[in-house]
């Protein structure tokens, strides 16, 4: 662990600090006591061991491909939230082999192969994307009925990520029965905290292609909807996600529109556009999973070829895209389930 300049005056080691740690060897007490000394010796140092606690996890690196495998870990367990998998459901997340998995984290899933069928839904995307980069497909067995399985992931990485180059990750949600469908952009901003011009310009060139796409009006009278946007994006901190695998990891979600309108307000010419302190209103993925489940988020009456158009330009733009197909058929609006992985 580096020592900070905070733990530090004039060139001397603080007193406080050299009281609370051995002068040479390996430290022989807890980590937690060693922090708990630390804390106690200033506010700044309480600042200071609060952003180094989550290197602590070492279990994980700090990749860009690792931690593009995080979000689509992430995004692998909110998107089972919504659909009330239950951990039984989805153990197989917690046997992923690191070592078997190349592009896309699914690859390294223990789950059952799809074999793509014509005119199949389970093997649509698998099919128009299959010589685009890599493509993964994984399905994930129900555990009751008489369905072989109800959930199935595709990631998709354009080649051009495959051979080094950096790309954001869009997961996109489709629910088959209402055709719901919901998309996560997931961005990390700099280490000043503001967006970096090649973010902005990657969502504006996704956006703004995707509202071109040929559409109808999908709502029917009767459908109700606090968003229909699909379209949210997903921040997280700077740190490596947390390696606990029963519990997505931190970060909030923010509907497109806001970072759209932070954009507006902040940018002036030169600078890197909004920081993360520009968006005001967000949700925890936990909410956001109930109020996609129950049919508050996202477009619905999507048809799935309108969808993987969506995620055609998230290949372009982005480079990376994990499609997350939900087959259980649940009612919307009454929330039953929601909360099996909260």
């Not at 998107?79 to 896309?104: H, M, N």
Request: glycine residues 8%; negative net charge; contains cysteine.
């Amino acid at each position: 662990m580096p020592v900070s300049g905070l733990w530090c005056a004039d060139g001397e080691r603080d007193t406080a600090l050299s009281k609370s740690l051995p002068e040479s060897g390996p430290v022989t007490v807890g980590a937690d006591t060693m922090l708990a000394n630390l804390r106690r010796i200033s506010p700044d140092v309480e600042a200071e061991v609060q952003r180094l606690m989550p290197l602590l996890d070492e279990a994980e690196g700090w990749s860009e491909r690792e931690l593009r495998w995080r979000d689509e870990r992430d995004a692998l367990l909110l998107f089972a939230k919504i659909a009330g998998l239950g951990r039984s459901d989805f153990s197989e997340v917690r046997l992923w082999d690191r070592t078997a998995a190349q592009a896309a984290f699914i690859s390294g899933l223990v789950g059952t192969p799809v074999q793509p069928m014509l005119d199949d839904i389970r093997g649509q995307a698998a099919t128009r994307f299959s010589g685009i980069g890599e493509t993964v497909v994984q399905a994930f067995a129900s555990r009751g009925g008489n369905r072989s399985y109800d959930f199935e992931a595709t990631s998709i990485t354009d080649q051009s990520v495959v051979d080094g180059r950096e790309g954001s990750l869009d997961a996109y949600y489709y629910h088959v029965d209402t055709r719901t469908l919901v998309i996560l952009r997931y961005v990390r901003p700099g280490p000043n905290g503001l967006f970096s011009p090649d973010a902005r310009h990657s969502l504006d060139a996704f956006h703004s292609r995707v509202h071109h796409l040929p559409r109808r009006d999908w709502r029917s009278a009767d459908a109700y909807s606090l968003l229909d946007d699909p379209l949210f994006l997903r921040i997280h901190e700077l740190e490596p996600f947390t390696a606990a695998l029963h519990r997505t990891s931190s970060g909030a979600i923010y509907p497109y529109d806001q970072f759209a309108a932070a954009i507006s307000a902040a940018v002036e010419p030169g600078l890197p556009g909004p920081s993360v302190g520009a968006l005001t209103r967000h949700l925890v993925p936990t909410h956001f999973a109930q109020l996609v489940r129950d049919g508050w988020f996202g477009a619905t009456g999507v048809p799935f070829e309108v969808a993987l158009d969506w995620v055609e330009a998230t290949i372009d733009t982005a480079g990376v895209a994990l499609v997350v197909v939900d087959f259980s058929l649940r009612q919307r609006g009454n929330g039953s389930g929601a909360e099996a992985w909260a």
